[in-house]
């Protein structure tokens, strides 16, 4: 079982940062964390989830939807099992639920591709 937890999230103000981190966990991917590539999507109310950004499974690569790009940084510690992202700059459009993803080997930008899922941390960001 591959359990993925993500924390971080809560109320700021436009124009601040946050940063969330997402731990894996669970008997196969804490041997095998630096196997799996790892991505963030969001969804808001009323939207469809959406691909925000993804790394590499050893961070040689990463990949950002155009609207965060220069804003937001996805970053990984192999040693921690852990994923973050720091959204610096945040826009109220920002505003979703934040979900981490797991999926073996190369990231991709579609979220069906993706074998495990997070049960989501909220951001809200107020104008």
């Known amino acids: 079982q591959v359990l993925l937890v993500e924390s971080g999230g809560g109320l700021v103000q436009a124009g601040t940062s946050l940063r969330l981190s997402c731990e894996a966990s669970?008997?196969?991917?804490?041997?095998?964390?630096?196997?799996?590539?790892m991505a963030w999507f969001r969804q808001a109310p009323g939207k469809e989830r959406e691909f925000v950004a993804a790394?590499?499974?050893?961070?040689?690569?990463?990949n950002y939807t155009n609207s965060v790009k220069d804003r937001f940084t996805i970053s990984r510690d192999n040693s921690k099992n852990t994923v973050y992202l720091q959204m610096n700059s945040l826009r109220p459009e920002d505003a979703a639920t934040y979900y981490c993803?797991?999926?073996?080997?190369?990231?991709?930008?579609?979220?069906?591709?993706?074998?495990?899922w997070g049960g989501g941390t909220e951001g809200t960001v107020s104008s």
């Open positions: 993803a797991a999926k073996f080997y190369k990231y991709s930008l579609v979220d069906e591709e993706y074998d495990c």
């Open positions: 790394i590499l499974y050893n961070g040689a690569s990463t």
């Open positions: 669970g008997p196969i991917i804490q041997s095998t964390f630096g196997s799996y590539s």
